[in-house]
């Protein structure tokens, strides 16, 4: 649907996109489900059409597009009813890989990047830890100097891409717990790391297609050129992108709503019941209209964040409201549309049922709904 910030190439990708999902993700998504991942040949594809690399520059192999064209794509692709496979490639592209683009030295980028952008290198952020989840400053995970070397020791929980990644992000201490936010540093650890393994891998509710894993570091070295960034100035790093990550978050559950709306309008305009179909029943017309509504208004806002983003303003109090809302947003959808679907709503694998299920951590992840209006009171 075209919008203020619709350009002649921003809509020719989303239809590009749109097509990929109907022929290329939507018939093969039940079987990534099961298999609880998404394949690399498929994030391959995607990388050959030059997707994986939107944002990173032209000389590392990728396209080097402007903010809202980045946008323009995460909010194409959300339009998947498969969640999982969403988030695999958003993460890649929107929440672990820009920490590189950001914070890298020519030499990390140089080493890193052409594979981010071709497919070959799976990239994964890790912050998250079992005690501290909200209150990232709290993590514990340790990284101490040893020479010219950095020794990790901790784990981490959660961790989207966990499993199938080849490079990981790692938040982790290097000055004592009280230092708070200012002892936090990043460090890039590769797959195959001596003392770096992947513990747990973790069975979900929903997005069943994105593999979720613990990550253990035990003892484990890394050269103390994989300091991503400035020693003790990680946390700031993390905060910068956590606006392009929430961006990408919100275009997920916008997508989600939308095709949970779609899916109800079209059931409920055959659905026979009374005499009539449902949509002859006020309650349930006007129950998805104002639905609708809601949706439209996040959209819009989004958009607005994604061209504050792109003007470079300082957009945090917007963004944290725009995650908020927008997570909101998808669970109250997803419950409104399925509700239309009766008992048919309730069994697995339609499509509504995958929504609604995948909607749910869409208020947790990446910021819960309580964390985000807190980042929001601050600045009113
Ligand atoms: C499927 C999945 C994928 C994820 N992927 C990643 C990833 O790739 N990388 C990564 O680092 N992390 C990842 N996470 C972690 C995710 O971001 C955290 O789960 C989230 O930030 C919440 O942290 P927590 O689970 O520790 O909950 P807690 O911090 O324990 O919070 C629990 C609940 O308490 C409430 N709450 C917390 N703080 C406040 C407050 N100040 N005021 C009021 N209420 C509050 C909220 O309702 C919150 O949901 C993922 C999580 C899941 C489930």
């Not at 980045?70 to 672990?96: I, K, P, Q």
């Not at 949509?279 to 209209?289: G, P």
């Not at 945090?316 to 997803?334: C, F, I, W, Y």
Request: aromatic content about 8%; proline content about 3%.
């Amino acid at each position: 649907m075209t919008h203020v910030h619709d350009t002649p190439e921003r809509a020719l990708l989303r239809d590009q996109v749109a097509r990929f999902i109907e022929h290329d993700v939507e018939p093969h998504g039940d079987g990534w489900e099961r298999a609880g991942s998404v394949p690399r040949g498929m994030l391959k594809r995607m990388a050959e059409l030059g997707w994986l690399g939107l944002m990173i520059p032209e000389r590392y192999g990728g396209a080097d597009v402007d903010p809202l064209t980045n946008f323009a794509f995460a909010e194409a692709l959300s339009h998947s009813t498969y969640g999982g496979f969403v988030v695999t490639v958003l993460v890649h592209t929107d929440m672990a890989s820009p920490h590189l683009v950001n914070a890298g030295t020519d030499a990390q980028k140089a080493r890193w990047l052409p594979g981010v952008a071709s497919g070959d290198t799976l990239t994964a952020v890790a912050v998250t830890e079992a005690a501290a989840g909200s209150d990232v400053a709290g993590l514990r995970t340790r990284a101490r100097r040893e020479g010219d070397a950095y020794v990790l020791d901790g784990s981490k929980l959660f961790i989207t891409n966990g499993v199938n990644a080849d490079l990981y992000f790692v938040a982790a201490r290097t000055a004592p717990l009280d230092a708070g936010s200012r002892g936090v540093s990043v460090f890039i650890v590769e797959k195959g790391t001596p003392g770096f393994r992947v513990g747990q891998v973790l069975d979900k509710a929903g997005w069943r297609s994105s593999d979720t894993a613990e990550l253990v570091l035990d003892n484990c070295w890394i050269p103390k050129s994989h300091l991503l960034g400035v020693e003790n100035q990680g946390f700031r790093a993390l905060m910068q992108n956590f606006q392009r990550e929430r961006l990408a978050l919100a275009a997920m559950a916008i997508g989600n709503a939308t095709r949970a709306l779609e899916a109800a309008l079209a059931h409920v305009r055959e659905r026979r019941a009374f005499g009539g179909v449902l949509w002859d029943r006020e309650a349930v017309r006007q129950k998805l209209a104002s639905l609708d509504a809601r949706r439209q208004a996040v959209r819009a806002f989004a958009w607005h964040c994604a061209w504050l983003v792109a003007a470079g303003r300082d957009c945090v109090r917007e963004m944290s409201q725009l995650k908020a809302l927008s997570g909101e947003l998808a669970n109250d959808v997803a419950y409104g549309c399925q509700q239309c679907f009766g008992g048919m709503g309730y069994i697995r694998d339609t499509s509504i049922e995958r929504l609604w299920r995948d909607a749910r951590i869409l208020s947790i992840g990446g910021g819960a709904t309580e964390v985000m209006l807190e980042e929001a009171a601050k600045r009113l």
